[in-house]
């Protein structure tokens, strides 16, 4: 048998946030409602820490905690400082998918915990730092990417 304990609003030490006027309420369903809640703000906990492994080619591995919003980029540059690497603009995050025989470049942007969510449990997935000499090429070089009537170069 379970049983639930309700509080009363004023029971609870959460601070409350005033309440802020809506400054167009024809476009609400209720004048009542704000368009400004408190859930549109950010949680104290967004930048939650998680520890994330990390494997070398020679699949030695290092273990950093890292926050929730942090990007493969922001990954690269910790791991260059920690290794004293020199930063070529080559070091990149491979995710290795071993159930499907994929390896996949994680790109800069990306936020690596959201990778990793997409992970199953049981599966046996790395993360992989390494080189890719190639990783802009593409900017770089788009002439190797493209025909040449689709190429302009700025002047």
């Not at 005033?18 to 859930?39: G, K, M, R, W, Y």
């Not at 995710?95 to 449990?121: F, K, M």
Request: aromatic share 12%.
């Amino acid at each position: 048998m379970f049983s639930y304990c309700r509080r009363k609003k004023k029971d609870l030490d959460v601070p409350e946030m005033p309440s802020i006027p809506n400054p167009f309420p024809e476009l609400c369903c209720s004048p009542f409602t704000s368009v400004l809640s408190a859930d549109l703000f950010p949680k104290a906990n967004s930048r939650k820490k998680q520890v994330i492994k990390v494997y070398s080619e020679d699949e030695t591995s290092r273990a950093l905690d890292v926050p929730s919003d942090i990007t493969a980029r922001d990954v690269c540059q910790l791991l260059i400082l920690k290794n004293h690497y020199i930063d070529d603009h080559s070091w990149t995050l491979f995710e290795h998918l071993p159930h499907i025989g994929v390896e996949r470049t994680i790109e800069d942007h990306e936020l690596v915990i959201e990778v990793l969510s997409n992970w199953g449990i049981e599966e046996e997935n790395k993360l992989y730092f390494r080189k890719n000499y190639a990783k802009y090429e593409f900017f770089k070089n788009p002439m190797y990417f493209f025909p040449e009537h689709m190429v302009s170069f700025a002047t």
